[in-house]
């Protein structure tokens, strides 16, 4: 079992709804996750990082924690073709700085 | 304000050839780390410094990879010999703070490594 898990996708949703990124972790001791987000051909970059349980929200982004569950979720409301990229979630499972989900594939339907 | 430079950000070459991967960090991030991304794998974590110091290395794949951090503002990811399954996008990202997971990384643009 990996340590960050993603569904690779792709997530296909319509322009102005909500897409829902989910990812799902092994280690119980992780503290904090981070959502990167990257288009083709490009680095990551930093959307979104959450330690707490609980919601925290950024404009349109809003991550979700859950440390019960394990599982980390980001959902961008209001979705634009522009936010058609890679979504990579990481997590700190203790035993590296990060460890990074193979990446859910976003494409949003102008 | 310059972000994490790599060199180069093209690299092809033959099976058995050494290659160098070069990082300059932001300046004044103590944390460095050294990436691999593939089609397959993902991105995966090969090495990370803070201050100058190897802190984690159990991501470098076998013998052939070596990475090394002789200052604050340079590191090199080396893979001597290279073989054809090295081929990937290689990323360095540099960070500050004390505990690197829990602050943000920035990324380098990326070194694609083509071995033929």
């Known amino acids: 079992q990996k340590e960050v898990e993603q569904n690779s996708g792709p997530l296909s949703v319509p322009e102005g709804a909500i897409a829902s990124l989910n990812c799902t972790y092994s280690?119980?001791?992780?503290?904090?996750f981070f959502w990167y987000r990257q288009y083709s051909g490009k680095s990551p970059e930093l959307i979104m990082f959450?330690?707490?349980?609980g919601d925290k929200e950024d404009g349109r982004f809003t991550a979700q924690l859950n440390k019960a569950s394990q599982y980390v979720s980001l959902l961008i409301r209001d979705s634009q073709p522009s936010d058609s990229a890679t979504y990579l979630c990481?997590?700190?499972?203790?035993?590296?700085?990060?460890?990074f989900g193979s990446g859910t594939r976003l494409q949003v339907q102008p | 304000d310059a972000g994490v430079i790599q060199s180069p950000r093209h690299e092809v070459t033959e099976m058995g050839q050494e290659v160098t991967l070069r990082c300059k960090p932001i300046s004044g991030h103590n944390s460095l780390f050294w990436y691999r991304q593939t089609m397959m794998r993902g991105l995966e974590l090969l090495i990370y410094f803070n201050n100058n110091v190897p802190i984690d290395d159990s991501g470098m794949p076998e013998d052939r990879f070596s990475a090394k951090m002789p200052n604050a503002s340079f590191s090199t990811l080396k893979i001597q010999p290279s073989e054809p399954r090295d081929s990937a996008v290689y990323f360095c990202a540099s960070s500050s703070g004390e505990r690197s997971s829990y602050n943000e990384q920035f990324f380098g643009p990326g070194t694609r490594l083509t071995v033929l």
């Open positions: 990481g997590g700190d499972t203790g035993r590296r700085a990060l460890t």
């Open positions: 959450i330690y707490s349980n």
């Open positions: 280690d119980r001791g992780s503290q904090s």
